[in-house]
């Protein structure tokens, strides 16, 4: 947000400078989290007291805050495990505004406001479709936090979802009536000067022509899909290597697959990498081949990078980010029209991809209205 627009923000008295902090489970790698960070370093900029609070330990992305922000991590084992800190933190510190994202993070944050004598503005952030990502979930511990969101989202200050089949599933799902849209603030300077990083020596001979994906490797993230798709790419001619960037729990499940299908030589998992946009813009297609999401960022910032890409048609954002463009989604699962497509984009002699309508996914776009909710 220009300072313009902060400036007739806080003369018409709907924002005030405060205190505000974000609750995150850990900093181990998740796009959420990644998001929160971004949130935390925009609302610093505007001049807003920013306290970030991690419930569980690891750091990966704790050099990416802004020094000056104020950091505390609890280091338990578990989310739930942070209530009585965090509430004594919040008090202690004068907290007058509370952001969490992710549905532990966001139980524990609401249940704060019940412990607190002072009024906290509590907004919960959902970052993912929560039907979807709870049916991975054993049949007692699913059906928990599906009474738990029921009883206790209505509780929030606000609501946030950050795409509309977020939203429609809280609604429809849970019976939240009120939830705003809030895209993440995906794009910044970062992704642009992040993309033209010093690539070591050996990385051109290493992959060559390669197709790319990127995320956790987890069942929701679908890499399985992009495998065995990749595997019918290279029967059809495609001479092309497979770089998935990413570290999970699915890795020697992933590993072993690259193995049964005989793709050894062609497919790379080098783990997770602090900057993943020097890979998008040398990729030949970028593939997001999801289950379901949230909001997919890294589709959005390879679309920022001008690259080819391809997305599964998956609840939770990727049809509403690409405007429903067919040609450059398949349905999800289905490998073949995987790679039916890939080998359609990849044979393609186009000039330069210019992607529209990208702002709205912008640091830029976004804070201000975070400021807005939050009563800052």
């Given at each position: 947000?220009?300072?313009?627009?902060?400036?007739?923000?806080?003369?018409?008295?709907?924002?005030?400078?405060?205190?505000?902090?974000?609750?995150?489970?850990?900093?181990?790698?998740?796009?959420?989290?990644?998001?929160?960070?971004?949130?935390?370093?925009?609302?610093?900029?505007?001049?807003?007291?920013?306290?970030?609070?991690?419930?569980k330990k690891g750091m990966v992305?704790?050099?990416?805050?802004?020094?000056?922000?104020?950091?505390?991590?609890?280091?338990?084992?578990?989310?739930?495990?942070?209530?009585?800190?965090?509430?004594?933190?919040?008090?202690?510190?004068?907290?007058?505004?509370?952001?969490?994202?992710?549905?532990?993070?966001?139980?524990?944050?609401?249940?704060?406001?019940?412990?607190?004598?002072?009024?906290?503005?509590?907004?919960?952030?959902?970052?993912?479709?929560?039907?979807?990502?709870?049916?991975?979930?054993?049949?007692?511990?699913?059906?928990?936090?599906?009474?738990?969101?029921?009883?206790?989202?209505?509780?929030?200050?606000?609501?946030?979802?950050?795409?509309?089949?977020?939203?429609?599933?809280?609604?429809?799902?849970?019976?939240?009536?009120?939830?705003?849209?809030?895209?993440?603030?995906?794009?910044?300077?970062?992704?642009?000067?992040?993309?033209?990083?010093?690539?070591?020596?050996?990385?051109?001979?290493?992959?060559?022509?390669?197709?790319?994906?990127?995320?956790?490797?987890?069942?929701?993230?679908?890499?399985?899909?992009?495998?065995?798709?990749?595997?019918?790419?290279?029967?059809?001619?495609?001479?092309?290597?497979?770089?998935?960037?990413?570290?999970?729990?699915?890795?020697?499940?992933?590993?072993?697959?690259?193995?049964?299908?005989?793709l050894e030589p062609y497919v790379?998992?080098?783990?997770?990498?602090?900057?993943?946009?020097?890979?998008?813009?040398?990729?030949?297609?970028?593939?997001?081949?999801?289950?379901?999401?949230?909001?997919?960022?890294?589709?959005?910032?390879?679309?920022?990078?001008?690259?080819?890409?391809?997305?599964?048609?998956?609840?939770?954002?990727?049809?509403?980010?690409?405007?429903?463009?067919?040609?450059?989604?398949?349905?999800?699962?289905?490998?073949?029209?995987?790679?039916?497509?890939?080998?359609?984009?990849?044979?393609?002699?186009?000039?330069?991809?210019?992607?529209?309508?990208?702002?709205?996914?912008?640091?830029?776009?976004?804070?201000?209205?975070?400021?807005?909710?939050?009563?800052?």
């Amino acid at each position: 947000m220009h300072f313009a627009g902060l400036a007739y923000l806080v003369l018409n008295g709907e924002v005030s400078m405060g205190k505000v902090a974000l609750f995150v489970p850990d900093l181990v790698g998740g796009g959420a989290e990644r998001q929160m960070v971004r949130l935390a370093n925009a609302l610093h900029m505007q001049g807003h007291d920013v306290h970030f609070i991690v419930a569980k330990k690891g750091m990966v992305y704790k050099a990416e805050l802004n020094i000056g922000i104020k950091y505390k991590q609890f280091g338990k084992s578990k989310t739930m495990y942070s209530l009585f800190e965090l509430t004594a933190y919040i008090k202690e510190c004068d907290i007058t505004s509370l952001l969490s994202t992710l549905v532990h993070s966001n139980l524990i944050s609401i249940m704060v406001g019940f412990f607190v004598e002072e009024k906290v503005c509590c907004v919960v952030r959902e970052a993912n479709c929560p039907t979807k990502n709870l049916s991975t979930k054993g049949f007692f511990s699913r059906n928990i936090h599906k009474i738990l969101i029921r009883l206790l989202y209505p509780f929030a200050t606000q609501v946030i979802a950050v795409s509309t089949d977020v939203a429609s599933d809280l609604k429809k799902n849970y019976g939240i009536k009120s939830v705003d849209v809030i895209y993440n603030p995906v794009l910044d300077k970062e992704v642009g000067a992040g993309a033209f990083g010093a690539v070591n020596s050996s990385y051109k001979g290493k992959y060559g022509a390669f197709i790319l994906g990127v995320g956790r490797l987890t069942h929701q993230k679908g890499f399985d899909i992009l495998i065995n798709g990749f595997q019918d790419i290279r029967k059809n001619g495609g001479d092309y290597n497979l770089v998935i960037l990413g570290e999970g729990e699915l890795r020697e499940d992933l590993e072993a697959l690259v193995k049964k299908l005989k793709l050894e030589p062609y497919v790379f998992m080098p783990g997770f990498v602090e900057n993943p946009f020097e890979y998008m813009v040398r990729s030949e297609l970028f593939i997001l081949s999801s289950r379901w999401e949230g909001l997919p960022g890294v589709l959005i910032q390879a679309m920022a990078l001008n690259c080819n890409v391809l997305s599964a048609k998956c609840e939770g954002g990727s049809s509403e980010i690409l405007r429903g463009n067919d040609l450059r989604l398949f349905d999800v699962g289905n490998v073949l029209d995987l790679s039916q497509k890939a080998n359609q984009l990849l044979q393609q002699k186009e000039g330069a991809i210019i992607y529209d309508d990208l702002d709205r996914f912008h640091v830029t776009s976004v804070i201000y209205k975070y400021i807005k909710v939050l009563k800052l």
